[in-house]
């Protein structure tokens, strides 16, 4: 074999052996890790918990939540939801729980994970530093239980009089030997945009909520800074929500905010992050100001994902030919959008109409009254309520465009709804005859 050959052969294993390391190392990788701490908040009477994540899959949802040690985790712990950067990295905080259950312990375990399970991090969190913050509630279902729970039981044995029988005792444990990590359904958030100045206007959308519940909306920065409320929002029928706010012009500190939804209770909470990029004064800010319809339109067919756009319409009145709602924002073909507002009605009848091309539907407080969701040629719709009470109504509109024209309109008109008369049959009265009493005469005796 030449000298030539001998480097060829070498070169050749070498670049295998390099394969396979880089291999191996894209294969394992590094491991999923979390770290957490736990301390006041600025105008917070609840402690918050901050749990950093690292090594985690990129732009992926993560599930956070808490149990007892030594105690698998279950649905109901507290879990919140949280997306993961480029680098596969988070930052999250939300409000440590008060069920007396909870500030009892001395000791929580912390954990994050991918809906699928395939990246999992866990720390375990001291709390003997901040007892004091812990404001303990009744809870009248324990959430956790950190030891088996013994039954004890006694039964005679009738067949052998004598001194009465042993108790037999039998351990029930309360912890699962195959833990359970995803409660169902799981809040998630997201925001529109997820970062900018102060001043900008933000669209939080939501799912996974419980039906037509109220939700509380809040502003986190760290654990120094103040807590801002954002005021409540009502979740749909189907458990969505969409909220808009606008981030405030005095934040000032952390680049990084956490927006926090929760239910009444804080049992359920979903957290997203906005990205501060401006100053502490805003920079020529054009917050969005609704005045008619909140407007979001979509790049597909089926309301989903972020809207590419979100904006004010006056009226739902349009007629966009074979155009676009917004040029180079919108597509011209197979996109879909959704407007919602409220409005006073007076008490009465009334008659909803909607001319789509193609889909749409239409509610009232959340009850369907025009559902066309189909191709159509600029048919008209209409659908009635009748009774109506007097006050403030949410109405929601949905549409969709598939493809050629697009136009949608949307309207109403109070009417007098006259129900329909359906006589009812009377049976024919018969009289009942009494019968009359039929004098019988008593036999008289005949003297002889």
Known sequence: ???????????????????????????????????????????????????????????????????????????????????????????????????????????????????????????????????????????????????????????????????????????????????????????????????????????VTGRGWLANETLYLGLLGSTTQTFWDLGTARADAQGNVTQGFVFP????????????????????????????????????????????WLGQYYNNILLAGDPALVRNDNNVDFNWGSGSPASGTVAGDRFSARWTRTLYFTAGDYRFWAEADDGVRLWLDDRPVIDEWHTASGVRYTGEVSQMGEGQHAIRVEYYEDTGAAQVRVGWQQVVITPTHTPTNTPTHTPTLTPTATHTPTATSTPQ
């Open 1 to 203: 074999m030449t000298r030539r050959a001998k480097i060829i052969i070498a070169a050749v294993a070498a670049a295998v052996v390099i394969t396979i390391i880089i291999v191996l190392v894209l294969a394992l990788g590094p491991t999923a890790a979390i770290t957490a701490q736990i301390g006041p908040l600025a105008g917070q009477s609840r402690p918050m918990i901050t749990v950093n994540g690292s090594n985690f899959p990129a732009t992926r949802e993560i599930y956070v939540g808490l149990a007892a040690p030594n105690v698998p985790p279950t649905a109901g712990t507290s879990f919140v939801t949280v997306m993961t950067d480029q680098a596969g990295k988070f930052n999250v905080t939300f409000p440590y729980p008060a069920e007396s259950n909870w500030t009892t312990l001395s000791e929580v375990t912390v954990y994050a994970g991918t809906p699928e399970g395939d990246a999992v991090g866990i720390a375990r969190l001291k709390l003997s530093g901040i007892a004091w913050l812990l404001t303990a509630q009744p809870s009248p279902t324990p959430l956790l239980s950190a030891t088996p729970t013994k039954v004890i039981t006694t039964s005679p044995t009738p067949t052998r009089p004598g001194p009465t029988a042993m108790p037999t005792v039998s351990a029930t444990p309360t912890a699962s030997a195959t833990p359970s990590i995803t409660p169902t359904p799981v809040p998630v958030i997201r925001l529109q945009p997820a970062g900018g100045n102060v001043g900008t206007a933000v669209v």
């Open 249 to 292: 012009a005095d934040w000032v500190g952390a680049t990084v905010a956490t927006v926090l939804v929760r239910s009444a209770d804080s049992s359920r909470q979903a957290v997203a992050i906005f990205q501060v990029t401006g100053q502490a004064t805003p920079v020529s800010p054009t917050p969005l100001v609704i005045t008619g």
